[in-house]
């Protein structure tokens, strides 16, 4: 069977669709795929790319065998064999997917490739939108820590987009308005987390489709407005999540020690959690991780981030 490759509309950006979020499922794919340097091996997975460039992507799985199909962008995806290809990211931003599917046995793989709108840094707003000034001077000289070169254009028909099979664009967005179009960032290996930490969650009992994420990405200028003095908090930069969880959808973190109260210990919870599950090549997590309490403006909750280091505080 010769691979085929499906058509949509080149540069016009596919519209939203939203999973049911009603009930937990892992999501897990029956096949891996290499895209570029990240592995997914979910059914669904959002991968930022910059406009114009391009990325190998393969099956990756090692029982995989045979050709698949392919739907993407047209011209924008070069068969390289029949589970190998070529694609490269059109010029416009917008939301991309590009879906592998096996036909033997209909199982699917879609990316949710953005497309990121491109910034050079002049001035401190993107098409009217506030962004703040970026450290241009990566700290410690960290590529982590390189100012974005381009970010997610947020608008009224992708913001419900998933990104994971479990959480949406929406949760991540930076809090400073609720018109768009607005910019974000959200890095794939930052997904993949959560839904190893969701995944753990559910395995302890607590059910819940989704952690909620009271604060995702942060422009520099929200992140000054808000009282956070750290010029580079790892929200600005994509890889980082304030959550906890809310079963019952009441925007406060659940009792989950059982003894009847949503306290510091709750929280205290959920980081147990979030310290069992393992970062790549960790048994632990490695990342920036810390415990916070209740307050007038908001319950307990934990930050993680993916840093590259083991900080807590």
């Not at 046995?105 to 001035?123: K, N, Y």
């Not at 913001?159 to 400073?176: M, T, Y």
């Not at 890889?239 to 009847?260: C, I, S, T």
Request: net charge neutral; with cysteine; hydrophobic share 35%.
């Amino acid at each position: 069977m010769l691979c085929a490759v499906g058509v949509l509309l080149l540069g016009r950006p596919a519209a939203a669709v939203v999973p049911d979020s009603t009930t937990y499922d892992p999501g897990h794919a029956a096949f891996a795929v290499r895209f570029g340097e990240e592995v997914i091996t979910h059914r669904i997975m959002a991968m930022p790319m910059m406009p114009d460039t391009s990325v190998r992507v393969a099956i990756a799985s090692d029982t995989a065998a045979g050709s698949y199909q392919v739907d993407a962008p047209e011209a924008s995806i070069r068969p390289l064999s029949g589970s190998a290809w070529r694609f490269t990211a059109p010029t416009q931003p917008g939301l991309y997917p590009v879906t592998i599917t096996d036909p033997g046995t209909a199982d699917s793989v879609r990316i949710q490739v953005f497309v990121l709108r491109t910034w050079d840094h002049e001035g401190r707003r993107l098409n009217g939108y506030q962004i703040g000034h970026y450290e241009m001077d990566p700290r410690r000289g960290l590529a982590v820590y390189e100012p974005p070169d381009g970010f997610i254009e947020v608008t009224a028909e992708n913001k419900d987009a998933p990104l994971s099979p479990n959480f949406r664009l929406e949760q991540f967005l930076c809090k400073q308005t609720d018109k768009t179009p607005q910019y974000a960032l959200v890095r794939t290996r930052l997904l993949q987390q959560l839904e190893r930490i969701l995944a753990a969650v559910n395995a302890q009992g607590h059910a819940v489709p989704t952690l909620h994420v009271m604060s995702g990405y942060r422009t520099p200028q929200y992140n000054r407005a808000i009282g956070n003095t750290t010029e580079y908090s790892r929200h600005l930069y994509g890889d980082a999540a304030d959550l906890f969880v809310d079963a019952d959808n009441d925007r406060w973190m659940d009792d989950l020690n059982g003894d009847g109260r949503a306290t510091k210990t709750d929280a205290r919870v959920l980081a147990q959690i979030v310290r069992s599950v393992g970062t790549p090549g960790d048994e632990r997590f490695n990342g920036g991780l810390s415990v916070y309490g209740p307050t007038n403006q908001h319950g307990p909750f934990v930050h993680i981030d993916l840093r590259g280091r083991r900080v807590r505080w």
